[in-house]
């Protein structure tokens, strides 16, 4: 038997390398804030530790173990994801299954992890991938115990704040552009032109770029592409090209961006969205969600 998931892993291209740096990340705060909590015991707020400027790790609890875990949190991945190491370790059993990643069938591994906790959402039997996260864990220096998407976030409202460094959980402003989340595809996905052309964009705190896939956009030869060096094993054994070009004219919500280094992969598509919405890409400085109107909500 084999399970099959929706929706596309946008960690994907960030545990690959194909838009990392060389070496180590780091992260950029030098002491990390306790965590604030409520009359009723639970936590209102909880510290995150920010790598290069725009990668997010928070501390979480698998069920009634005690031991602190790291998570990255990434809005762009669904389902969820478990390191395939911690799955061992804890003797959780998974089955063969496949995702739909840039137009193509990826073999994966599927599970159902018993509980996980993260400040006041706590999430019983969620649906996870197993994978191999010991390349994110070598470019972070930090133990990495899965990566949580929309389908844990959205337990609550929430607001990421990046200048902070903190979760902050409960009600939220609804200041900034709205963006409609989707549960059952598990992403929120903004409606974008650029370059003139009316394209979905997948919103991403995994990413902080700006990415095109070449297979839904069809005047390619409209833009001032530029070959790259830069590679990634994305999709099992393939290799994918990266191409760059500047997006001077990126138009969301209203108002405009320009953008001197997005990333046109060439012939790859995604029948749900046409790229990646890195936030940070763009300059946003916090992230909010409104569980209520199931909404995210992009403040800069």
Known sequence: MSVKFKGKIASLLLLTGAFIPPGPARASDTHVIPGRSREDGQPRSIPVRIFRNFLVVAQGKLGSSPEIQNFLL???????????????????ESLPSTFRALGKTVPAQASNLPEVDLGPIRV????????????LERYLGIPIAGILGMDVLSKSSFRLDYEKRELQFGGVSHLGIPVPYDAQSGIAVAEVRIEGQHERFLVDTASDAIVLFGGNFAEARRLALRSTRQWGASLGDQKMKVQVFPAADILLGGQHFTDDRAYFLPGNADPIFDGLLG?????????????????????R
């Open 74 to 92: 990434d809005t762009g991945t669904a389902p969820s994801i478990i390191n395939g190491r911690l799955a061992r370790q804890i003797g959780l």
């Open 279 to 299: 936030v940070r890409a763009l300059g946003f400085r916090a992230l909010s969600y409104d569980q209520g109107r199931a909404t995210i909500y992009l403040q």
């Open 124 to 135: 019983v039997s969620l649906p996870v991938q197993v994978q191999d996260l010991s390349r």
